[in-house]
């Protein structure tokens, strides 16, 4: 079935680092992917997309790029900030299966300035 | 433009008790989705309802249920609690244009302690 792997962390970084986080997914077809974040006590907020493969989805100077020959989905960020300290997931959705996302379990993420 | 909201916020029940939660999506959303996010299992899809009907379940027990109105507004149902049913439900609405525009924008959530 669909699923979506993510590195759990916690991962701890200091202000100013360089930010990746690994997502690996396993679905049939060619699904969207997604990159959502959470901030304590809140919902989730999209942070990024990509709907194909070699797309590249940006925002807030977060990256992702769609590697289909690798079934990945890896977040970067040049440069972190105490503001991005938050619970990242990596979700992913079918076009057979509209409004249903697939959820990995999560990283925290922790930026000390 | 009023994003998407769920009430109430917090809830305590008690086991063997139901709770009914709501979800307002985002003007002109016709698709609803409900999530349960626990420390232990993390995001689970419970179910989605597009134009009143329901289009994907996910594997939760028959005490949760769910329904559409007219006018996109959604609620779900949880009946006889368990203590394991205390979790954040997450609401998501989506314009639902085509697979390839599809994007959903969450609520705050609804916290819900089962006692």
């Known amino acids: 079935g669909d699923s979506v792997t993510q590195m759990e962390g916690p991962v701890t970084l200091s202000e100013e680092a360089f930010l990746t986080i690994n997502c690996t997914y396993t679905a049939t077809g060619y699904p969207s992917l997604f990159w959502y974040v959470q901030y304590p006590g809140e919902g989730l907020q999209l942070l990024l997309k990509a709907t194909k493969a070699d797309d590249k989805g940006s925002n807030k100077g977060f990256e992702a790029t769609y590697r289909k020959e690798t079934t990945s989905f890896h977040l970067e960020k040049g440069s972190v900030q105490v503001s991005d300290s938050a619970v990242y997931f990596c979700a992913l959705m079918r076009g057979s299966t509209l409004g249903r996302l697939y959820f990995g379990r999560g990283t925290q993420l922790t930026v000390w300035p | 433009k009023a994003g998407v909201t769920q009430t109430p916020r917090y809830l305590i029940k008690t086991r063997g008790q139901q709770v009914t939660l709501s979800c307002s999506p985002i003007?002109?959303?016709?698709?609803v989705s409900w999530y349960q996010q626990t420390p232990g299992q993390g995001l689970q899809f419970l179910f989605e309802?597009?134009?009143?009907?329901?289009?994907n379940k996910g594997n939760f027990p028959g005490r949760f249920s769910g329904r559409q109105f007219s006018n996109s507004r959604s609620e779900m149902n949880v009946s006889t609690l368990e203590l394991g049913d205390s979790a954040l439900y997450l609401c998501?609405?989506?314009?639902?244009?085509?697979?390839?525009?599809?994007?959903?924008?969450f609520g705050q959530g609804t916290r819900l302690t089962v006692v």
């Open positions: 003007s002109g959303h016709r698709s």
């Open positions: 309802y597009f134009s009143e009907t329901q289009r």
């Open positions: 998501a609405s989506s314009l639902d244009r085509g697979w390839e525009d599809t994007e959903a924008f």
